[in-house]
């Protein structure tokens, strides 16, 4: 039975390895995950093994043939490079030297290739296109949302602004940046490499100085975002008492719209930017036929540029009386300044425990404590505009879960409302009554207090 080699991801990882079983073997050679060409080596000495970091790389030699030297003539042999003894360099330092090691071996292989490239140029009469022409010219071909056009030309004129007038042909990869953050390289290195690949593919420019480099920036692990530390959650009431102090707070430290507003964005579950458009259109909502439910149309983050706001989303009776008394309050206020403003009003005490996206995930942790009948995984997702099936599936099943994301809505907007002071729910009720025809309040009184 062949044995299971581990993967080298953190410094305990390379620490457990002075217990390595070999079986039999006098060495063994281990992969560093995230970082390409970077093995452990493990030897068999006389008293201990013997635990290395190793770097392997390829050397490309030239046979002799008749008439010199051919591209078939070329032959690869393994080289390796010794990084130090586990004992002498931590992984996060040998992780970095790699790292280095990969981008110069990367740039060795694009001047080599400098050249063929100037070759084809003179021979098929590539265009000289500059950066910034190919990308207007990848917008023009693309259905991008105005957002992701803003992101791609923002790269192009502050990270590539060195370059963004050259012609791509000439563009050299030791002109980038790689001192920013290490997700923001990768980030910005992966839209270079998107927009360039796609004019290698259309045959505007010959090749792509950008190939690979991608793989030599190493990424930082992803931190969620917080959310009241909801990993925590082992029950509902691990949920509620940890849910009702940061809404205790919230009520104590702001003002009555500010508190509802929350009480909605929490409810939703949706983004910040998405809570901003459903206030907004709260009195374009259409009653859902047989229901005393309503609905809004939104833009939603998986929204194309030309295609409609076509994402419905659930709206309670309770729900359209925060919506409506808020509309007035948040109408002359910009969409961009409406995450900053809900932003400063998370408490000082709740600053690292909490944030605006957080919601969502409170609201996906406590969904499955509650665990509904009936409400299968999809329409669960879907209530996070998170659309799981596949581009089959969609083809064939086009519904959007609305009645099960109505009952999601009406579960977690009354336990929500169970965690808040019986002050915020009388005067719910009291604007709920005001605004329902007289059957329909008292049926949300009764429910309510």
Known sequence: MEIQKPEIRTQKDVKNLVHYDLGGRTSAMLKVYGVRRLYVRIQKSTSRLSVAYVYRYSERC????????SDDSVKSKSRYKSMGTVSEISLREVRKQAGMLNRKILLEGIREIAERRDKILRNQGFRKITLKDLLNLYIQNHNLKDSSVKSYRSVISGYCAGFANTPVSEINPDELDFSLHKNTCRYYICILNSIVSWGVKRKLIPDNPFRGLYETCEGVPVKHRSALSCNTFDNLDIAAKSVQGFLATLEKECREPVFLTWLCH???????????????????????????????????????????????????PVMKTLLLRLKD????????????????????????????????????????????????????????????????????????????????????????????????????????????????????????V
């Open 62 to 69: 030239f046979e002799a043939s008749g008439d010199g030297c």
């Open 266 to 316: 929490m409810i939703l579950a949706t983004r910040i930017s998405e809570t901003y458009r459903v206030i907004m259109n709260a009195s374009g909502m259409e009653n859902i036929p047989g229901s005393d439910s309503f609905v809004v149309s939104i833009e939603v983050k998986s929204t194309r540029k030309g295609d409609s706001s076509g994402f419905r989303v659930p709206v309670t």
């Open 329 to 448: 309050y948040y109408r002359e206020m910009p969409p961009d300044s409406f995450p900053k403003f809900l932003r400063k009003s998370i408490p000082e005490s709740y600053r690292e425990r909490m944030s605006l996206h957080g919601t969502r995930s409170v609201f996906r942790t406590v969904i499955e404590l509650i665990n509904p009948e009936g409400i299968c995984f999809t329409a669960r997702e879907l209530y996070l505009s998170h659309d799981i099936r596949s581009a089959v599936e969609n083809s064939y099943n086009r519904q959007d879960y609305l009645n099960d994301r109505v009952r999601l809505q009406q579960l977690y907007g009354d336990w929500i409302l169970g965690l808040v002071s019986k002050k915020v729910r009388e005067h719910i009720a009291r604007r709920l009554s005001e605004n329902l025809q007289a059957g329909r309040a008292e049926s949300g009184v009764s429910e309510l």
